[in-house]
């Protein structure tokens, strides 16, 4: 089994920053990509940032510039930093890793997902 535990949601004021982080634990042989989407209230759930194992990340165009997506691989956590907040990144956001379980497991590579945590921005 794995799980993925997002934290660093908040209420914020236009401008200002937070970052999330998305630890991941359980029965884990490896980390492929790993990544954070958003979803607000009325509409589809949406890209964010995503980061694979090496690699370029990649960024919604809406954020570039202002967020920033790292990993850890020894904490097996990734994180979202996102500094000049609008009240348009209001949203709930989840983490995504692509995990592959262990060879007793039978190596299964599938997308696993975390709770979500709210983020607001005031304006």
């Known amino acids: 089994q794995v799980r993925l535990v997002e934290s660093g949601g908040g209420l914020v004021q236009a401008g200002g920053s937070l970052r999330l982080s998305c630890a991941a634990s359980?029965?884990?042989?490896?980390?492929?990509?790993m990544g954070w989407y958003r979803q607000a209230p009325g509409k589809q759930r949406e890209l964010v940032a995503t980061?694979?194992?090496?690699?370029?990340?990649n960024y919604a165009d809406s954020v570039k510039g202002r967020f920033t997506i790292s990993r850890d691989n020894a904490e097996n956590t990734v994180y979202l930093q996102m500094n000049s907040l609008k009240p348009e990144d209001t949203a709930v956001y989840y983490c995504?890793?692509?995990?592959?379980?262990?060879?007793?497991?039978?190596?299964?590579?599938?997308?696993?997902w975390g709770q979500g945590t709210q983020v607001t921005v005031s304006s």
């Open positions: 980061i694979p194992s090496s690699g370029s990340t």
């Open positions: 995504v890793a692509r995990i592959t379980t262990p060879p007793f497991m039978g190596l299964r590579t599938s997308d696993y």
């Open positions: 359980g029965n884990i042989f490896s980390f492929n990509s």
